[in-house]
């Protein structure tokens, strides 16, 4: 068990801590009821469009028959048409309706959600919301798949109302911590490709291993990893059956993958409904990687920043929350949440006394 003294050992004094300010402030309460209204939006959309909502139009043929036909633009901005039937045929009328009422619901939420991106809210690109507009489509976050890394912190800031630094990504994180209870649906790196992006696998740097990544070719910083609890301090590679892949295994991610919560992505191209770890989890988690990751790059700092902003917010809004995230560390990521919070001076304030106060808690 975490040693209340140890704990205030590792946390530096006031008098060691760099002066900085507040990493956090609260958006304006009509933002925080748009972004609710845009919360209920998303959890009673069952299907999210992969591209753009489109629009409906009548053409005719050469026979003089008229049918309607969806035009819209996948994830990578192609252009296409689908035939819905005849003009007369009750079948299509009754499919147009309903696709009417879909196109005009989610024009009205993308009008909504570009309010919220001017105001500081985060967002993702038409990609990344169409890659997961696709695993939502088909239940993975409904069956327990969890969206993780700095897409889910975003939404994470996004749901508390709080507003932080921009962030900067491209990598989408799925996650699970337990096989998914999905049959019949396709492989994982098809659903990927369902958006009109031609994802294919990285190739494993082992070259008799499995790969874990998908990439879209041509350049692009898009990639998609698949992850799972690694057994240890390792980073193996697990099969992942009923998505028909593999998945690269991470420390300590059990811990993080136990509480989550239901939060919507916004993007200029609509909402979609993911499931990502509670906040708190995600900060303690975040703190004990940044101690595993290679010193010669920027993710061990990156990791610090993102959890001392979501510590921050965290106490503020949900009191005791921090101090419970931190009585369910594993006791072998004591060692390293000992480190971590040594180092986390230089990224949590001074100012934030309730955070500090949280973090010196005994577990």
Known sequence: MWDIELARYYIPHKHAMWDMAALT?????????????????????????????????????????RYWVHRYSDGVGRRHETYLGTTDDPAAIARVGALRDRIESANATIARVRILARAGFASVDRKTFSTLASL?????????????????????????????????????????????????????????????????????????????????PGGSRLKVDLLVPSPDESYPTIAVPELKAHAQGLPYLRYLLGNSMEVPILSPHGVVRVRVPVAERYAIHKLIVSQLRSRST??????????????????????????????????????????ALAA????????????????????
């Open 25 to 65: 402030s609260p958006h304006e309460r009509a933002l925080t009821l748009l972004f609710a209204e845009l919360e209920s939006t998303a959890a009673e959309q069952r299907e999210a469009f992969l591209g753009s909502p489109g629009a409906l139009t009548q053409r005719s043929n050469e026979n003089g028959t």
């Open 136 to 216: 939502h489509n088909h239940g993975l976050f409904r069956a327990g798949a969890l969206l993780i890394g700095s897409h889910a912190f975003g939404a994470l800031l996004n749901a508390m109302g709080a507003r932080a630094v921009p962030y900067a990504t491209e990598d989408v994180d799925i996650a699970r911590r337990e096989q998914l209870v999905l049959p019949g649906i396709p492989a994982f790196l098809d659903m990927l490709r369902e958006t009109g992006i031609r994802f294919f696998e990285v190739p494993s740097l082992n070259r008799r291993g499995h790969s874990t990544s998908y990439a879209e």
């Open 298 to 339: 920027s993710k061990p700092a990156k990791d610090l920043r993102q959890a001392a902003t979501l510590v921050e917010a965290v106490v503020e809004r949900f009191p005791g929350a921090v101090e419970d995230a931190l009585a369910s560390v594993p006791r072998s990521a004591l060692r390293h949440l000992r480190r």
């Open 344 to 363: 986390l001076a230089h990224h949590l304030p001074t100012s934030a006394e309730a955070a500090w106060e949280a973090l010196r808690s005994p577990l």
